[in-house]
């Protein structure tokens, strides 16, 4: 039998690794985890599988489990069933619309098609390294297509983005924490500290989602 096994996260797509996590979610017995880790990650059928050698089984599901653990690299542009795909290129003008569906989607594994399509979309046009994407609609939109996106640029862009909701946490605690000696600044706190409050909570929410994504990563067993 021949047995395709993944060497990079190129090689795995966003379905196949929200099929494993959906799959493992509540058995985490360690044949259990295997026998998906070989079936999902290389396309077999468990007819094929129970056919392997035990020992030709454990090294695949080794291989296809530190495949897993690759550390990501972020990626702007991929290209996908002959469309190019550009992640959102200017962060400081996201729509509200956008925002709001990516602090829903970015929290779960199982909704992370819905938050790649908020993400990426089709590049319309685009000059050298500038580029322009098509206008946020839905997450319906793309989710069903970026299934098949490569979990490399997932990963990456999760990974980005717990990096930058971390250093817009403690920019923000910084800001409020400098500016607390003059008058007007200490009046403007006590007006309006419960909105301050709850903005910091939010992105120290969206940190420990984001932490907690990033770390299943590389936690397959």
Not at 101 to 121: C, G, H, I
Not at 129 to 151: A, G, H, Q, V, W
């Amino acid at each position: 039998m021949k047995v395709t096994i993944p060497t990079s996260l190129k090689e795995i797509t966003l379905k196949q690794y929200q099929t494993f996590r959906a799959a493992t979610a509540d058995n985490k017995e360690d044949d259990f985890v295997k026998l998906a880790l070989v079936t999902i990650f290389c396309n077999l059928t468990l007819e094929e599988v129970v056919k392997i050698r035990v020992k030709d089984f454990n090294d695949i599901a080794l291989q296809v489990s530190q495949t897993l653990q690759h550390e990501p690299s972020f990626s702007q542009r991929f290209k996908l069933n002959g469309k190019e795909f550009g992640f959102i290129p200017n962060l400081d003008k996201i729509t509200a619309g956008e925002f709001i569906d990516l602090d829903k989607y970015l929290k779960e594994e199982e909704t992370l098609d819905r938050a790649m399509a908020v993400l990426f979309r089709p590049i319309d046009n685009s000059f050298k390294d500038l580029y322009n994407i098509e206008p946020y609609i839905s997450s319906e939109t793309y989710r069903k297509e970026l299934e098949d996106m490569p979990l490399d640029v997932v990963m990456g862009s999760i990974v980005f983005f717990y990096n930058l909701s971390n250093e817009l946490l403690k920019a923000t605690k910084d800001y409020f924490l400098q500016q607390t000696e003059t008058k007007l600044l200490e009046e403007v706190l006590q007006k309006n500290g419960v909105g301050i409050n709850q903005f910091i909570l939010s992105l120290e929410e969206a940190s420990l989602s984001l932490e907690k994504l990033r770390h299943s990563i590389y936690t397959p067993f």
